[in-house]
């Protein structure tokens, strides 16, 4: 099958979780993306948990490993003249250029969108700096739980009576940001393939991360009203939460939205309710009791069971899986949503592949994620033209690390 983006080039100097999502996303579709490392200054996901078999590693961290899926890694140090040159020649024969610094990081390093543009006018200068290449807080320096904090994401996540909890993972990193930048990605390559001409994109991920909150947002500009937490309990509908089952840390979510869901749930769970509870309005004022009925009479289930149980009877219900569940997934199985992929290092490991399928072209991982500096001296020779010798004498000078 074919891959939709072969053929497109991509140099990519980001790093950590945005930008190294977003690259993975293009090179899955078969983009050659070129991640440009340094021994000097590693990726920090590269010194990430969770190691291979515990045992610590440049090249055994499974966070690594699932963001950079199908890429190629190049070790050069662009502080050194003949490593920035080598940056730019690189550049001069792609179609994209990738990073997700702070602005003004890049033309430091003397690979700024203007510098860029020079060498090839056709180029897609893609940036994800947290605020955006202007504005007065352009150079402050960002990451997944500082952008869900000014966003006001962190301030709805949590419980009611308690401080803030965030999502856990730095949900920016994972969804709104990675997947706006792809799309804009895209979108400036379209326009590059009809016109010959290049654009700069400059995504402020705190702007990406807006889109997650907008309900609320609207909430307080059209009613004056700011949302708070609410743990797992959606407003307005009873019950309406997270629910204990049989076993050790198994649990339920259960969301009844209307009285023949409530009913349907009554019969499943034997739950003697009292007439006040017929309606959504009696069973919200007597959430607490409510959800403490449900709680006391799902531990007598498995929670897949009564999952399917309840799903059946019509009641939204989904059973809370940890990971040895999401891998063993039929559903998941029979999309082939894991791949298998043989590490250089950590031998065969399983890696996402994408949440969509084409009809006619590949979506999932080609290549496991690279060892760092694995493929230098295949791009040396294979992409600059660089013979043995010289690449033997830069790799001496430590021009390739």
């Given at each position: ?112 969108y203007g510098i860029v543009r020079d060498l090839s006018p056709r180029i897609v200068f893609a940036s994800m700096s947290m605020q955006g290449a202007g504005g007065p807080d352009k150079d402050d320096l960002g990451y997944g739980l ?55 994109i400059d995504l402020a991920q705190m702007e990406s991360t807006l889109a997650m909150v907008a309900p609320s947002l609207m909430n307080y500009m059209v009613n004056g009203a700011i949302d708070g937490r609410h743990g797992n309990a ?168």
């Open positions: 099958m074919r891959s939709l983006l072969a053929g497109v080039r991509v140099v990519d100097f980001s790093w950590i979780g945005a930008g190294s999502y977003t690259t993975k996303i293009l090179a899955d579709l078969g983009a050659d993306v070129i991640k440009i490392e340094s021994s000097q200054r590693l990726d920090t996901l590269r010194v990430t948990k969770p190691f291979k078999d515990g045992k610590p590693g440049v090249n055994r961290s499974g966070y690594f490993a699932d963001r950079n899926a199908s890429k190629r890694s190049m070790t050069v140090n662009v502080k050194d003249p003949r490593g920035l040159d080598l940056a730019k020649r690189l550049i001069a024969g792609a179609d994209l250029v990738t990073n997700n610094f702070t602005p003004g990081v890049m033309d430091k390093l003397g690979l700024g500082t952008i869900a904090a000014l966003t006001g994401l962190q301030h709805m996540t949590g419980l009611p009576d308690r401080q803030p909890a965030g999502t856990g993972t730095n949900y920016p990193d994972h969804i709104p940001n990675p997947g706006h930048a792809a799309f804009a990605i895209l979108a400036a390559l379209r326009h590059q393939r009809r016109t010959g001409e290049g654009q700069f959606r407003p307005g509908h009873a019950p309406s939460g997270v629910y204990p089952c049989a076993g050790d840390d198994r649990w339920i979510a259960i969301e009844v939205c209307n009285d023949a869901q409530w009913n349907a749930l009554t019969r499943v769970l034997a739950l003697a309710a009292p007439p006040a509870w017929a309606t959504a309005a009696g069973r919200l004022a007597q959430r607490g009791e409510v959800d403490a009925e449900v709680a006391r009479l799902t531990p007598a289930h498995d929670m897949m069971a009564l999952m399917h149980a309840l799903q059946d009877a019509g009641v939204p219900a989904g059973a809370v899986q940890d990971a040895r569940d999401v891998m063993r997934d039929a559903q998941l199985a029979e999309r082939g949503h894991w791949v298998t992929l043989d590490h250089p290092e950590m031998g065969a490991s399983t890696y996402n592949s994408a949440p969509y399928r084409f009809s006619n072209a590949r979506s999932a991982p080609t290549l496991p994620a690279p060892l760092l500096g694995q493929h230098t001296v295949e791009i040396c020779r294979e992409v600059l033209g660089l013979d043995t010798a010289e690449i033997e004498r830069l790799g001496a000078d430590g021009v390739l690390s």
